[in-house]
């Protein structure tokens, strides 16, 4: 194990920083302890929500700050704030965030410090992809992630290390190794000898250093970073520490501890041995310390202050948060709970227009825009989007050599470089943790997913982080982004790979939900989604790829995230339906025309935003209303529409709104697949019946 300063003040080796430097740090440590003091105080007073106590770690955090350039990222966990705060993260604002306020997630938009991170783990792919979005743009910047033990049992650990290591990103693993997880000790965890070890394996160096030795953590921290720096790839350094305190304020810490552990370690105190040799260096006295311990309390004490005297937020602040732009059902609900629909004038953003630079044609698509399918649709638009924009760059698994399991991609890593098209590990919460980080660097990453039914695993990556960042961080970070995942039945498929999940996306605020059903809404569509101010899941039907084609020559690329299509027009009933399923309604909708029926068809194309206008109108005219998706009846979206339907055309209705769809089953394989998607004559007889009435 690394070390340079014993516990008892001693020095083992000729210290690499001055005894001025040394002071600072021994400074920010004691700060550091007088507000985790503080903060547990609050948090017992009821001022603050349940708090994750770091005393006996300061020397690891206060180091690995330390270490680091301005400009450099920080990912770390909810228990960092000693770190997070030496990287610029104000107290303040800290504290804020502990009260229940989201707006303390707003750091400084100089600092590069993201908010800290509650699930486990989870967030170590973000500095991955904030390192790997630096090393593309040519920067100099690193990115550092902080962890616990308990985190390297994730499999966010492997996946993350494995990306830095594959793709060689500047990116600094940091795992405090305090002993346990929650109650869990470090020897149950693993039975590696070490954590540091595991670094071989994925051909990274790992250092095993003194976490209580602020000099030497500081020291192991600053090679990795310079290694990172010069190209060399990521670290692993495990930083062995030890927590004096509960887990969290809710924990007791003597269940589960061996009896004197504490004692033990409290006699390896990181401040103490700072405090040993600078005393024996003649450089610490008592009065040094009274004023360090009384600005320390001053400068806390003034934080809390402020941060207590922020006003609550207004109910308006919630739904401005959510996304760039309030959207027509936000602000509906905004209204309706009595909020001032001001929003356009008290967004924190300047007001955007939908770009165009991103869309216009080029040369490289032209030829692919007579007459195309869908498929061949949306390769053109990621050709346009990659020609555009430098920002953007294509991950995925397969999808660089190959062009993906369906050729969505095919052709253009040989035509825009390896650069930006990335083929991946066999990873999905990698893949969409890596874009999340490339996001939040700026660059606008289109991440691909090979089937709906895989995504499942990113899930974590996408309802607690990419759906949240900006809420949690009051607009500071974004993450303009596209999640691409094929879906749906039709094509015979193995299990996993016919899912139509979609309600289940639908269902987080802070994403956008797009399905295309015809290759010019897929061009047009997934060319907004890039241009995006917010992630978007952009679903594609599997069995429309190569179902039909449209000349998109003269396409102006108009259509935007948001309204449904009035694919047809008609008086006496309304087919409701989007993506996969349209070529079923389509064709029921022609069947009942054949018959005399004026029917009008309705591509709703976002679920969310829903557009609610667009469909109350066409049922307010029709009076009748048939919704088919092949998604699962119970808690599918079709529902959601009904629901609207009832509560703002309900008086319209002549018949209640009927739904077709699949049914409430496993989506089944090959041969059972006829008997559980919606047909045209089920949709036909829903129809008649309708009209029966």
């Not at 017992?44 to 690995?64: K, V």
């Not at 053109?380 to 062009?403: M, P, Y």
């Amino acid at each position: 194990m690394f070390r340079l300063l014993n516990p008892d003040g001693t020095v083992l080796d000729r210290l690499p920083i001055t005894l001025d430097e040394m002071k600072d740090l021994y400074a920010d440590m004691v700060e550091a302890r007088a507000f985790d003091a503080k903060s547990m105080t609050l948090q017992r007073q009821g001022r603050l929500a349940t708090y994750a106590p770091f005393r006996g770690q300061e020397a690891a955090q206060i180091g690995a700050a330390a270490a680091l350039q301005d400009g450099d990222w920080v990912a770390a966990t909810y228990r960092d704030a000693a770190l997070n705060w030496r990287a610029g993260y104000p107290w303040g604002a800290l504290i804020l965030g502990r009260t229940g306020d989201e707006r303390g997630g707003q750091v400084p938009p100089d600092i590069n410090v993201l908010p800290p991170s509650i699930t486990v783990g989870g967030h170590m792919i973000h500095a991955v992809g904030l390192a790997w979005a630096e090393q593309l743009n040519g920067g100099t910047r690193v990115a550092l992630t902080s962890f616990g033990d308990g985190a390297t049992s994730e499999g966010d650990f492997h996946e993350a290390m494995n990306f830095a290591a594959v793709y060689s990103t500047p990116t600094v693993f940091f795992c405090q190794n305090n002993g346990y997880a929650i109650s869990y000790p470090v020897s149950e965890q693993t039975k590696s000898e070490t954590i540091a070890i595991k670094a071989e394996a994925y051909g990274m160096p790992g250092v095993r250093v003194d976490g209580n030795d602020v000099v030497a953590v500081l020291v192991a921290v600053k090679e990795a970073t310079v290694r990172a720096r010069s190209g060399d790839g990521p670290s692993l350094i495990e930083a062995v520490t030890y927590r004096l305190g509960p887990h969290t304020t809710a924990d007791d810490p003597t269940r589960y501890r061996q009896d004197h552990e504490g004692t033990r370690w409290e006699s390896k105190d990181p401040l103490e041995r700072v405090r040993r040799l600078l005393e024996r260096q003649g450089e610490w006295t008592q009065d040094w310390q009274d004023e360090l311990d009384a600005s320390a309390t001053e400068r806390i004490e003034t934080a809390v202050e402020w941060a207590e005297s922020v006003p609550e937020p207004t109910f308006e602040e919630m739904f401005e948060r959510m996304y760039a732009e309030p959207t027509g059902p936000l602000r509906e609900q905004l209204r309706e709970g009595g909020g001032q629909d001001g929003t356009e004038e008290k967004s924190p953003l300047p007001r955007r227009k939908p770009g165009r630079a991103l869309r216009k044609s080029t040369s490289s698509d032209d030829g692919l825009r007579a007459e195309v399918n869908l498929a061949q649709a949306l390769n053109s638009a990621l050709d346009t989007a990659l020609a555009n924009d430098e920002r953007v760059v294509l991950l995925g698994e397969d999808i660089g050599r190959t062009g993906g399991v369906f050729r969505i991609t095919d052709g253009l890593r040989d035509r825009h470089g390896a650069d930006r098209v990335f083929d991946t590990p066999v990873a999905e919460s990698g893949i969409v943790g890596a874009a999340f980080g490339m996001a939040l660097a700026g660059l606008r990453p289109v991440a691909e997913i090979q089937f709906l039914g895989f995504s499942y695993p990113a899930y974590d990556q996408i309802i607690n982080h990419v759906a949240r960042i900006r809420n949690r961080t009051n607009h500071r970070f974004t993450a303009p982004m596209v999640i691409r995942m094929p879906y749906g039945g039709g094509i015979g498929a193995a299990e996993h790979h016919s899912e139509s999940t979609e309600a289940i996306y639908a269902h987080i605020p802070g994403i956008k939900v797009v399905v295309p059903s015809t290759p010019r809404d897929a061009r047009s569509l997934l060319l907004a989604a890039i241009d995006d101010p917010d992630p978007v899941v952009f679903l594609e039907p599997i069995r429309l790829y190569r179902a039909v084609k449209e000349d998109l020559t003269g396409a102006d690329d108009d259509v935007e995230i948001g309204p449904v299509r009035v694919e047809r027009s008609g008086d006496d009933i309304t087919l409701i339906s989007w993506g996969a399923m349209m070529k079923e309604t389509r064709s029921a909708a022609s069947a009942l025309e054949s018959e005399g029926v004026s029917v009008e068809v309705i591509d709703v194309r976002t679920l969310s935003p829903l557009d609610r206008d667009g469909i109350v109108a066409s049922v307010e005219k029709t009076g009748r209303a048939v919704i088919v998706h092949e998604a699962p009846l119970s808690g599918g979206f079709g529902g959601e529409i009904a629901a609207t339907i009832s509560e703002r055309a309900l008086y319209s209705l002549r018949v209640p709104v009927r739904r077709v769809t699949g049914w409430d089953t496993i989506f089944p394989l090959k041969r059972s697949e006829s008997h559980y998607l919606p047909s045209v004559d089920r949709i036909v007889e829903a129809a008649s019946e309708t009209l029966e009435d």
